[in-house]
């Protein structure tokens, strides 16, 4: 043990302990130092007077500074000496110099960087791969006992807000309000956003998301997607209250404010700036006319596309005029048909179309909607009997092709409830066989 060493009270073990720590912080740069250092002992050259009786595994470099701290220290074994007293001296001075590496070279900022660097690889990691936080908290109070700078819960480590800015609406409910350039800045962060493209596309959708069974207490999150990129939506906004949002202008209000903003002045990251476009609103049918203000799809004026007026028979909303005068996204915001507007959608403010710009998705209108009705029909419906022995036979011989497809034909209801491609798929071998 050197002067230096004595000096700052510190013994020969702790210093081996502070060695061991720097070591598991597993940085390049303390990662090829040892490495070099391995090189330089292990080429040694062998000593003559080197005498064991019991021949055991290699020892590593810190199991050497550990053992052979000077010439002639006794193994555990007390048959087992090494005498080094006509070694060359170039092994004494290899040892030197691991020693003073080990326990001299590495001061408290060395230390304080190795931290510094777990940190921001368990931050990206955890990013990555989507680690749980009750995992990183559970790995971080291990890797405390090593590093006692690190923080005991992830949390901590991911500098989670304690308080959000959760403002309360006039009538009624919570909104806490994220952001459209927050959510672009935090995926640019993570690697996933394509800087070569100086446009970026946004895709919005708003759903209710009841919570409890027992309650009505519900979310209408405003989600945001980058179109063209693979990867998970962002949270825009969320509302949470017992019913949706009464004031759909209160409700709008900062994303209609920012979403100005962005169209107009594009957003800069890292001293470059990119336009925003919006490429579309992606809802179901109840959500969509909640967005524009109009009224529910199965009222008299509720079609989307065009000024068809419905009519209700046998308990059901028909638009038989199939050649109506289609909706334009100016005599939308004009409102020329009162009829099926309830109130001026703050979404008409932005430039962005009314019509054209809001989906059908196909999930609603045709899996679920028509496909599924069609199926209820022909399945349990009054027309069941006259049909029923040629949905056997088609069942039958959809069973050749399709091992999993029911044999009976009330089961294929169950069978294809939820999972319309299941019927596409029958269908399509169907249509082929004739």
């Known amino acids: 043990m050197d002067k230096t060493q004595h000096a700052r009270g510190e013994s020969y073990w702790s210093v081996r302990r502070k060695i061991r720590q720097h070591v598991a912080a597993a940085t390049e740069m303390h990662v090829d130092v040892s490495a070099d250092l391995a090189d ?16 055991g595994p290699e020892e590593t470099v810190t199991e050497v500074i ?18 080094c007293e006509s ?40 990013a990555e791969f989507n680690i749980s936080l009750t995992a990183v908290t559970a790995l971080l109070r291990f890797l405390q006992k090593y590093h006692p700078d690190l923080p005991r819960d992830a949390r901590t480590l991911l500098s989670t807000l304690r308080t959000h800015d959760i403002r309360p609406l006039v009538t009624g409910g919570e909104l806490w309000y994220c952001g459209i350039a927050h959510g672009i800045k935090q995926i640019h962060q993570e690697g996933k956003l394509n800087t070569d493209e100086r446009i970026i596309s946004l895709q919005f959708n708003v759903d209710g998301l009841p919570l409890f069974r027992s309650s009505c207490l519900q979310l209408w999150p405003i989600l945001c997607k980058l179109v063209g990129l693979n990867i998970d939506p962002f949270v825009v906004a969320v509302y949470c209250g017992s019913s ?44 969509r006319s909640f967005l524009k203000g109009i009224k529910s799809h199965n009222a008299y004026s509720g079609c989307e596309r065009c000024h068809v007026v419905g009519q209700y028979v046998n308990n059901r909303m028909l638009f038989l005029d199939i050649d109506a005068q289609p909706r334009t996204d100016d005599s939308f915001k004009s409102m020329v048909d009162e009829e099926h507007h309830l109130q001026l959608s703050p ?27 069609l199926l209820y029909c022909w399945l349990k419906g009054p027309v069941v009997d006259a049909v ?24 294929l209801l169950n069978w294809i409830d939820g999972k319309p491609q299941n019927f596409v798929c029958f269908c399509c071998i169907v249509e082929s066989l004739y």
Not at 351 to 367: N, R, T, W
């Open 244 to 287: 949706k949002p009464a004031d759909l202008a209160d409700y709008l209000k900062e994303f209609v404010n920012e979403c100005t903003d962005l169209l107009l002045h594009g957003i800069v990251i890292d001293g470059s700036t990119f336009q925003i476009k919006v490429h579309s609103f992606v809802c179901d049918a109840p959500a």
């Open 66 to 83: 550990g053992e052979t701290s000077q010439c002639g220290m006794m193994c555990d074994d007390a048959e087992c000496t090494f005498e």
């Open 40 to 55: 330089d002992v292990l080429s040694v050259p062998e000593c003559q007077n080197f005498s064991c009786d019991n021949s």
């Open 347 to 373: 979404l008409a403010q932005l430039p962005i179309g009314m019509v054209s710009q809001f989906v059908l998705d196909p999930m609603h209108l045709l899996y679920l909607g028509v496909m599924r009705r």
């Open 87 to 126: 070694c060359p001296d170039i092994l004494t001075e290899q040892m030197s110099d691991v020693s003073s590496v080990f326990s001299s070279d590495y001061d408290d900022d060395d230390f304080a960087n190795a931290n510094e660097a777990i940190k921001s690889f368990l931050t990206s990691w955890i």
């Open 388 to 411: 029923q022995k040629s949905q056997r036979d088609l069942l039958a011989l959809g069973n050749t092709y399709l091992a999993n497809l029911p044999e009976e034909p009330v089961r």
